[in-house]
Each structure stands twice: as C-alpha cells, then as structure tokens.
C-alpha cells in the first residue's frame, strides 16, 4: 500500500475542515437566543445570501450550505432553521457527542412545536438522525418504521410518477420524465422529493441502518432484509427504480 503523500493529507485536512470551519461561530450565534425568540424570528430573503443561492443539494463548504439551506426556510421560524443546522453538524461530525445531545433535548422539549411546523422531509431528517445517533433501541426501532413508511411511498409515487398509464401487466416508463429524474430533485409535496433515480442514496442508507438491528435480533434481522430483498428482484416498484439506477456506491441491493 502506497503510503499517502503530504498533499493528499493537506488536501484531506482542507476538505474536512471546510465541512465544519466556522461551526463554532455559527451555533454560538442560536446559542445567544432563547427558543421563544427563536419560535418569533421568522426567516426573510433579507436574512439570506443571495451569493449563497445553489441547485446543489450538498455543498462540501459548511456556511455556504447553511447559507443556501436557509432559502428553504424562509417564511419559517429561526428554530426550525435551528433544528436543521443541528442535523447538518451532527451529519458532519462536529462534536457529535455534544451536537446530538442538543438535537435531542430540543425534540424532548419542543416536540409539539417541531411537529407542527417543520415539514415532513425534516421530519424524517430528524428521525435519521435519531436511528443513526441513539442508544435507545427501541426508539430507534420505532422510528425505523416512520422512514421506511416515508421511503416506500416515494417509490412508488416515484414509479406511478414515470409510468403510462397501463395494465397492471404491462409497465410503460416515460423517457422524458427518466431523464428529468436523472438531472434534478423533483417535489412531490410536503417538501418531499420523487426519488432521485440513477444517484439517489436514500434507500441504500435505509438498508444500512436495517444491518444494524442484528445486534439486536438477528432472526428477526435476517427475515427483514430477505423480504427486503425479495422486493428487488420481483416486479415492484423497487425493482423499476433498481433497473433505472446508474451509481454503483448508492445500490441498496445485494447481486
């Protein structure tokens, strides 16, 4: 194995620090209001960085994310904005520890309010989060249903999205829509998006966080991800959206 060279540990130093550079400033300035001021401050254009204003849904520099994250909100409280930039620290490893025990006390105390306001991509975001950062098996098990519920509606909207009207023998998909699905996050509602085929990684994170649960009941495990993947390979709408994807990393099926 060729040992890395000094530029390449440079250039891994720069691409994490710019993942969280600045991430200290950033929720010391959350950290200096309460939550009712937050609940009260609505977010407005004038708030955001119209240099910020990206189609990209990930940006590797933090407050250039968070920058272009914040148009979403607009219109919204400064806690809901609040919430989702804990997700993204927590997503990047700043002082997860720490981070995630903020997110959790913020969902403990103010769950009426967060439900009410926040939409449901961010209410799925929050439950990620908790199945991927929780201690609490149970929890993580009941809120393992939610994004699985949420993930297979997408599918098929996804499918019923692409598909000619048909018999329920025949499966006609429509080119043109594909290939807007190939370029672009298209809504669905509720801030949801169709799924986004040929890149999209939500259903290979959902199978990720099954393997998890065999520490916790192997059989019961085991008999998931059979059934799971018995869906892949049978005429479904996961595996219409299987035999459109291109990105080899974010497969969420065995061969």
């Not at 996804?158 to 025949?170: D, G, M, P, R, V």
């Not at 059989?219 to 291109?246: E, G, P, Y």
Request: charged share 25%.
């Amino acid at each position: 194995m060729i040992a890395p060279s000094k530029w390449h540990e440079k250039l891994t130093f720069l691409f994490k620090s710019d993942k969280t550079l600045n991430a200290g400033t950033i929720i010391g300035n959350f950290n200096n209001k309460s939550i009712n001021e937050m609940k009260l401050t609505l977010i407005t254009e004038s708030m955001c960085d119209p240099t910020a204003l990206s189609d990209k849904p990930r940006l590797k520099s933090l407050e250039k994310h968070l920058n272009n994250l914040k148009y979403q909100f607009v219109g919204q409280s400064e806690l809901c904005f609040y919430h989702a930039t804990l997700i993204v620290l927590i997503r990047r490893d700043y002082k997860l520890e720490e981070t995630f025990a903020e997110f959790e006390t913020l969902w403990m105390t103010e769950i009426d309010y967060l439900l009410k306001h926040l939409s449901l991509r961010w209410i799925i975001s929050a439950c990620d989060t908790f199945i991927d950062h929780s201690d609490d098996a149970i929890r993580t098990a009941i809120l393992m249903n939610v994004t699985t519920l949420i993930n297979t509606l997408k599918v098929y909207e996804t499918k019923q999205f692409l598909q000619l009207s048909a018999s329920l023998e025949q499966t006609i998909l429509l080119n043109d829509k594909i290939d807007t699905l190939y370029r672009t996050h298209l809504p669905l509602y509720d801030s949801l998006t169709y799924f986004r085929i040929g890149t999209d990684d939500t259903l290979k994170n959902m199978r990720l966080r099954y393997q998890k649960f065999y520490d916790l009941d192997k059989l019961a495990t085991t008999m998931l991800l059979f059934v799971f993947d018995r869906l892949q390979n049978n005429s479904s709408a996961f595996s219409i959206l299987r035999l459109l994807h291109k990105d080899d990393k974010s497969k969420w099926w065995l061969d």
